[in-house]
């Protein structure tokens, strides 16, 4: 199971938390996270966004667990705790 990225533009925050992902974790959960894009997916995120009371982005979602504050640490210690590594 992976975990959703849910993201759009114009998004500085989901930006952010990409460009974390990528160069401060070393895209270590590349493999692991699904990025559901509204522009490129706005039916599979309008679902997310439903289901889980989406206000805004990024969010990241895992199975029933939502983190909503994506802060790097808080993102890390998410897809750590998560992912189990």
Known sequence: MKVQLLTQNPCPKCDNL???LKMG???KYKEDIEIVHL???PARFEKLKED???QSTPVLIFEDKTLFD???AKAEEFLRVNLGR
């Open 39 to 41: 522009q490129e997916s």
């Open 70 to 72: 994506c802060t790097p």
């Open 18 to 20: 990409k460009m974390f």
């Open 25 to 27: 974790l070393g895209d």
């Open 52 to 54: 889980f009371k989406v």
